[in-house]
């Protein structure tokens, strides 16, 4: 963890290993099963039903305690297994003019990390 305290922000990849074998989605669906939304093939998703049962998210990291991040922002559930850690490097993200995505997805998220309460 030597030098990590140096980053604003790293990607956490993790294993969702609370998801059975028999719900993971090979076809295309309505994101958070809303009808107004297209349906998409689980890879145009960022849904935890994935073949692969991988997720990623970007944190802002909070602290680093010895061999422990403290981060705002992680997508997962407590005790969920850490398959990777990688700092952020602006120069490794594309210009913000260059990201393109559908409508549906800026509604999906406009609320995601809202806290409750």
């Not at 049962?53 to 969920?80: H, K, P, S, W, Y």
Request: aromatic share 8%.
């Amino acid at each position: 963890m030597q030098g990590l305290k140096d980053f604003s922000h790293i990607e956490v990849l993790f294993h969702f290993n609370r998801i059975k074998e028999e719900v993971i989605v090979l076809g295309a669906r309505h994101p958070r099963e809303n009808p107004a939304w297209p349906k998409v093939g689980i890879f145009a998703q960022r849904g935890k039903v994935r073949p692969n049962r991988m997720g990623a998210t970007v944190c802002r990291v909070l602290a680093v305690e010895g061999l422990n991040i403290r981060v705002q922002g992680l997508d997962a559930f407590d005790g969920t297994p850490v398959l990777d850690v990688k700092p952020v490097l602006r120069e490794s993200l594309p210009a913000s003019n260059e990201i393109r995505q559908p409508q549906w997805s800026h509604e999906l998220m406009s609320d995601y990390f809202r806290l409750e309460g």
